[in-house]
């Protein structure tokens, strides 16, 4: 068991910059679809710079963003594998650090009033470790990193609804959400929503869905996947576009997670990601071997 | 209209742009960002250099100092938004003729460009790769302990595509976007009704 406590801090490790060097591969389809239907000359202009500047970053090994962003890992374990939880978050703990010194990723966590700088990405509460369980899955442990930039980050927003606003009053909310604050979260973005749960959860489902998912897959919920659809169509007639600068393709994609709520509740929570969708994801066998997802 | 600017630049120059100009940029540009400025407005330091003409770049760099010589490793541009409140001082009392930056300023930003003559540029944001190859060097670098917050002078070569989207006339293409996109809400939240 020792050794898969190194494995799960090594692929921290790489996780972490395979994420800031990569653009996941339905990230990058839906930015090439996007280029194509764009009707906004800057808008083009804006899609085509993103394209190059993907082509920059692999040809010369760079990251293709200058923020390393907040570390963010999703740990998810099947039901075959009894681990120490205390030890697996020292495992990214460690992996993170190293991550940050080895490659001079650039520190960006900080005491939040004093301001004061650690230097290695690591701190109080951070990396921002979640666990999560999966019953027959395929492998023993899966990871998946996420380093989350402010400039996405700062755009969010959640709303302790009531139930009387209903479906009409989440919608209406994650669309003037959209209009405040899209265009300072490098759009075109990838929205997350999370409905129902408390107050914490619904914002976790809305990190989740905004940084976690693929966004080449339909929500297996078909209610959901309906839900999702009418609002990345509504999205995209705000004309909002690429950085803001006006145009077609305002979302990527828009992810929605629920969790069941309170009678008297109806939390809804928003959570913007930039257009490089940054994410890794590796997963750890039984036979201990490490396959990390493209 | 496609211009290739270097900096410093002229009033005139600046005066000249309009929104939906592209601009490409040559010579040296100041980097800042949210400490460098609570320093130079909070805390009342002058910058240790002239600002006056220059186009400033709001940034935080990954950079590594090796023998005493700061090396790029990736730089890019964060949202200008957060940094409103400084912005029209850096122009008015510093005399600053272009804020490079992504997601735009506001009012007060857009009345001190057009009575003193400035503009916003704005930058693909999270194209930093591509940034840091138009960045021939980080020629001097000042408030270290500030990193990765630094007042930074970078030299640049056809640094771009930078899009005029606020000029010196009043016009503001985010401004013109956000009123569309509320106009639109309205119909948009009708007809899922």
């Excluded at chain 2, 320093?39 to 709001?58: A, C, T, W």
């Excluded at chain 2, 957060?82 to 997601?103: H, N, T």
């Excluded at chain 2, 640049?156 to 010196?168: A, E, H, K, N």
């Amino acid at each position: 068991m020792e050794k898969l406590y190194r494995l799960i801090e090594d692929a921290c490790k790489k996780l972490y910059v395979k994420a800031l060097k990569e653009v996941p591969r339905d990230v990058q389809r839906a930015l090439e679809r996007a280029y194509e239907d764009e009707e906004s000359e800057i808008g083009r202009m804006v899609l085509g710079t993103i394209l190059k500047n993907i082509e920059v970053a692999k040809e010369n090994d760079m990251i293709v963003c200058q923020d390393t962003g907040t570390p963010v890992y999703l740990v998810e374990l099947s039901g075959e594998v009894s681990l120490n939880l205390k030890k697996v978050y020292e495992a990214v703990y460690r992996g993170t650090s190293k991550a940050t010194r080895e490659f001079d990723l650039r520190p960006n966590m900080l005491h939040p009033l004093t301001r004061e700088l650690r230097g290695d990405n690591v701190g109080r509460r951070v990396p921002d470790v979640h666990f999560e369980f999966q019953d027959d899955a395929e492998w023993l442990v899966r990871i998946t990193c996420v380093p989350k930039g402010s400039g996405s980050e700062n755009q969010s927003f959640l709303r302790m609804l009531t139930p009387a606003e209903g479906v009409s009053g989440v919608k209406r909310f994650i669309l003037e959400s959209i209009v405040e604050g899209a265009s300072k979260a490098c759009p075109p973005v990838i929205v997350g929503v999370g409905i129902g749960g408390t107050f914490d959860e619904c914002a976790w489902l809305a990190k989740k869905a905004a940084t976690m998912r693929r966004i080449d897959i339909p929500n297996p919920d078909e209610s959901l996947q309906r839900f999702e659809d009418e609002l990345l169509n509504a999205i995209n007639k705000t004309g909002i576009g690429p950085m803001g600068l006006g145009g077609k393709c305002t979302a990527l994609a828009v992810n929605v997670e629920i969790a069941d709520t309170h009678i008297s509740q109806l939390p809804v929570g928003i959570n913007l990601q930039c257009w490089k969708g940054q994410r890794s994801c590796a997963c750890i066998s039984e036979e201990f071997e490490v396959e990390y997802l493209a | 209209m496609e211009y290739r600017l270097e900096s410093p630049v002229s009033e005139h120059e600046v005066r000249r742009l309009r929104i939906g100009d592209v601009v490409y940029l040559n010579g040296r540009i100041i980097g800042i960002r949210d400490a460098t400025q609570r320093r130079i407005f909070d805390e009342g330091v002058d910058p240790p250099v002239s600002l006056e003409n220059y186009i400033v770049l709001h940034t935080a760099p990954n950079a590594k100092k090796e023998g005493g010589r700061w090396k790029k490793i990736c730089i890019g541009t964060t949202t200008s938004t957060r940094m409103e409140r400084y912005s029209p001082l850096l122009i008015e009392r510093y005399g600053v003729r272009g804020i490079i930056g992504k997601g735009g300023l506001l009012k007060g930003s857009l009345d001190a460009m057009k009575r003193f003559g400035a503009v916003y540029l704005s930058i693909v944001g999270g194209a930093a790769a591509l940034e840091t190859t138009q960045i021939e060097e980080i020629e001097e670098v000042y408030w270290e302990d500030l990193f990765p917050e630094c007042l930074w002078v970078f030299r640049v070569r056809d640094f771009g595509p930078l899009i005029v989207s606020m000029d010196s006339h009043g016009n503001s293409i985010y401004e013109k976007v956000t009123s569309n996109a509320r106009a639109k809400l309205a119909e948009i939240l009708q007809g899922f009704a």
